[in-house]
């Protein structure tokens, strides 16, 4: 049973394409996306076989071991078969990074966003008491106190201009954010004090919108060996989320479900933590692309014990 709650938190260090396969519109790889609201994620299958893939090279286990099915689940046709110990969701979008007229970038997010979010910590038993009873208006925009993408009261996005009202809500989502979510590795730092000065809530139409049109997408090809040309029909387009996004994972762990011969656990909750767990702050790779540079993430679980 998944009796144990944390979020993970996943900060994209290189572009990362979490891919669907074909597309049906202008991007032939797209990326995933969620149905209703079309904000980028990461599916929590995709998530959980890129921790087991972490697991087993940290933990040097073969692919096949009983200490890897014994955490992440055993299927098959014959034998016994079992749930694993650890459940990821899906990683959900928090911050996007977009390009500011002022300060080089801002990272954008909405009220709508940030509900979402405060109803996740709550699963993981984390309260978080932000007002988030209003939001801004259609061309407005909330900054922090002190600001470094608002010269006046104008934050500039890409081509769209936005007046901009000081709030008291994104100094208390930064200081929590910088708090929690970020790394707290020292090559961090620069980043866990320059967030509120870079974050903007914004209506949440527009959030949206950014999220659409705002990811990267890049036109590859595969040449001829030889000849170094394009080789025929080897050319498409492709989708990722840009450096510097920040996304969440509600994960859920308990004891294993593979059991001893007196019907007890192999390993209870504690212990799959602490393997699980041993990956904080440790980069890996997520997505397609591994050998282009591309999904490289710095990852920070968080335990309700850790809240600061």
């Known amino acids: 049973m998944l009796t144990e709650q944390t979020l993970l938190f996943i900060y994209t260090e290189t572009p990362l394409h979490a891919g669907t396969g074909r597309g049906l519109g202008a ?48 299927a098959g046709g014959e034998g016994d078969n079992w749930a694993g110990a650890i459940a990821p969701g899906d990683a959900k979008l928090l911050l996007f990074p977009v390009r500011s007229l002022a300060g080089i970038f801002a990272w954008i997010t909405s009220v709508d966003a940030l509900a979402r979010f405060v109803r996740d910590t709550a699963i993981a038993g984390m309260l978080l008491e932000w007002d988030l009873n209003t939001a801004p208006g259609e061309n407005q925009c909330w900054i922090a106190t002190q600001s470094a993408v608002a010269p006046g ?41 320059n967030l509120a000065a870079h974050l903007v809530i914004l209506p949440r139409e527009d959030f949206r919108d950014f999220t659409i049109s705002g990811t990267e997408v890049v036109t590859r090809v595969k040449l001829i060996p030889d000849l170094k040309t394009v080789q025929e029909g080897a050319l498409w387009t492709e989708e990722a989320l840009p ?41 890996m790779q997520l997505g397609g692309d591994e050998t282009t540079g591309r999904g490289i993430v710095m990852p920070r679980f968080l335990a309700k014990t850790e809240v600061k």
Request: proline share 3%; glycine share 4%; hydrophobic share 35%.
């Open 27 to 74: 991007v032939d790889l797209p990326i995933q996306r969620e149905k209703v609201t079309g904000y980028p994620l990461v599916q929590g299958s995709s998530l959980k076989g890129r921790l087991r893939a972490a697991v087993r090279e940290a933990k040097s286990w073969k692919d096949d071991s009983a200490e890897l099915a014994e955490l992440f689940g055993r």
């Open 153 to 193: 009261n104008q934050v500039t996005l890409e081509e769209f201009s936005y007046t901009a009202s000081k709030n008291n809500l994104v100094d208390a989502v930064a200081t929590w954010l910088s708090r929690n979510a970020l790394p707290t590795t020292a090559e961090y730092q620069y980043w866990r004090n």
């Open 243 to 283: 450096a510097d996004t920040l996304l969440y994972a509600p994960v859920a762990y308990g004891a294993s479900r593979k059991q001893n011969e007196d019907k007890t656990s192999v390993k209870n909750a504690t212990e799959v933590w602490q393997i699980v767990g041993a990956l904080n702050e440790r980069r």
